[in-house]
């Protein structure tokens, strides 16, 4: 039986080298990791669902020669189908949903790779906050202190990689939804560039094609050897997105070469981070001039007025997805079974114009243009990943009794860089390398240009290599869910 030091001490790309060599079966990784997420769990409440019975089934049928053999990997609540489970993107519309029948196309390519999953993830109600607090399901509280939010919308995933439970997760990313719960938790959130990873959604490329699903790890190569797994257009895409040529797994051997890296530290709409957060940055140029990478300030050519545009397209989309429920229910959604927010999107989703989506696609275009200008003499852009320590538990929330534009405020004062790139498609990651004085991790933001995926993990690699945080592991103290309700 594989050990609980053996498997925390291992990450993915790790485990399936021992599955592959014969030392352990991908069921004897898979009980393990049950075990650490029934002991952990009830401190963190990151798992929403578990059938273990078929992940048990999945493992004695996993090929060991598969690239990711035997790895459990936590499928977040939204966007993909996986056989054996519901799909309630964590709203109480949702509840009661038969279990799907069928995988997603990235669910398959998981498998595909050898991969198991044992459990969804939690995440806010549609994936909709930085924090994670969904009335179906209850918060998910923060490794490294359970009185705060692990960030949102992959809150669940960064939790469970953070503890140990697993060394990688499903996350998605629609404004910041994998980096903010990275950064959060102090662990590696990738965004790959959009199109690179297709989903397989009934909907076509979510959010308007502002999302990507990709994954939250323990380790850099974790994310490289996944996105080797799963990197495929849409089937059916009229115009497939190109991977890079040979493996990200691989490419990492190689050096990222001296970099030209611009750094800025207020966000587009003028917010600045904690001055302990700046102490950070300046602490990360430190390090990357010491690796012989050339950093100069930079300036956003735009202000934060593309917000309302993607806001438009994240709100038509959610509407779809509750009209397609009402129409299985035969009925519209009741008022409690909506949250807050979500009511909220709901109905200033049905007043707006006809015209609204394509005045909201030029704004976006138009973005696209003015950001692949102003960094065209840069390769990677460094920021914040948040201006501000994870926020503690329920206070986003308590802001949507003020209305929607009080959470918007609120909202973008916690995590006001990171849209942007989902936005202009741009590939951009979470790297976990300063923790605050109060002990809570502070992630960096870096953004490569669109298509330099490699380029950009690269840069990653160098980092882990430099200031390494394998070692790192929160506190985690094993609590009963009345325990932590009284924390909280």
């Known amino acids: 039986m594989l050990s609980r030091n053996e498997y925390r001490a291992k990450d993915a790309v790790g485990l399936a080298e021992l599955v592959r060599s014969g030392e352990v079966s991908a069921r004897e990784v898979l009980e393990t990791a049950i075990a650490e997420i029934e002991r952990l769990d009830p401190a963190l409440n990151a798992v929403v669902m578990r059938n273990y019975e078929k992940a048990r089934d999945d493992a004695d049928a996993v090929d060991r020669t598969a690239p990711l053999a035997g790895v459990p990997l936590p499928a977040k609540d939204v966007n993909v189908h996986v056989a054996g489970f ?66 949102g919308s992959s809150g669940g995933a960064a939790a469970a990689v953070a503890s140990g439970m697993m060394p990688m997760a499903h996350a998605t990313d629609s404004g910041g939804s994998i980096r903010v719960p990275a950064g959060c938790c102090g662990v590696f ?17 979510l959010v308007g094609g502002l999302n990507c699903d990709h994954a939250i790890t323990w380790t850099v190569r974790d994310s490289a050897a996944l996105l080797d797994a799963t990197v495929g257009p849409e089937i059916g895409a009229p115009v497939p997105h190109a991977a890079p040529p040979g493996s990200f797994l691989a490419a990492l051997d190689q050096p990222p070469g001296a970099l030209r890296i611009g750094v800025v530290c207020e966000s587009p709409s003028g917010h600045m981070p904690t001055p302990e957060i700046a102490d950070r940055v300046d602490a990360t140029v430190r390090t990357l001039e010491a690796l012989g990478h050339r950093v100069r300030p930079w300036t956003w050519p735009i202000t934060d007025d593309f917000h309302e545009s993607a806001f438009v397209l994240w709100a038509c989309e959610l509407t779809a997805a509750i009209a397609d429920r009402a129409e299985v229910l035969g009925r519209p959604p009741r008022a409690a079974e909506l949250g807050p927010l979500v009511a909220t999107t709901f109905r200033t989703a049905a007043r707006m114009e006809p015209d609204r989506w394509m005045r909201a696609r030029k704004t976006i275009r138009a973005l696209q243009v003015r950001m692949a200008e102003s960094m065209a003499d840069i390769d990677v852009l460094l920021t914040p990943v948040t201006a501000e ?20 405020a609120r909202s973008a004062r916690f995590a006001p860089y990171t849209e942007t790139f989902n936005v202009t498609g741009q590939p951009a990651m979470s790297v976990p390398l300063h923790h ?6 502070i992630g960096m933001h870096f953004v490569g240009q669109v298509g330099e995926d490699t380029r950009l993990l690269r840069l990653a690699r160098q980092l882990e290599e430099a200031a390494p945080w394998a070692g790192r592991r929160p506190p985690c103290p094993h609590k009963t869910p009345r325990q932590v309700l009284d924390a909280l």
């Open 86 to 151: 519901p799909t309630t993107w964590a709203c109480r519309f949702f509840a009661g949903a038969a279990a799907e029948t069928r995988d997603s196309l990235l669910v398959s390519r998981w498998r595909a790779a050898g991969m198991v999953v044992p459990v969804r993830t939690n995440t806010p109600e549609f994936a909709t906050e930085f924090v994670c607090e969904p009335e179906l399901y209850g918060p998910t509280a923060n490794p490294w202190d359970l009185t705060r939010t692990p960030g």
């Open 189 to 205: 959130g990738f965004k790959p560039s959009s199109g690179l990873v297709a989903v397989g959604s009934e909907y076509g490329p």
């Open 436 to 441: 605050g004085a109060d002990g809570l991790p």
């Open 389 to 408: 320590p994870p926020l503690e538990t329920g206070l986003l929330g308590a802001c949507m009794a003020s209305g929607l534009e009080a959470w918007n």
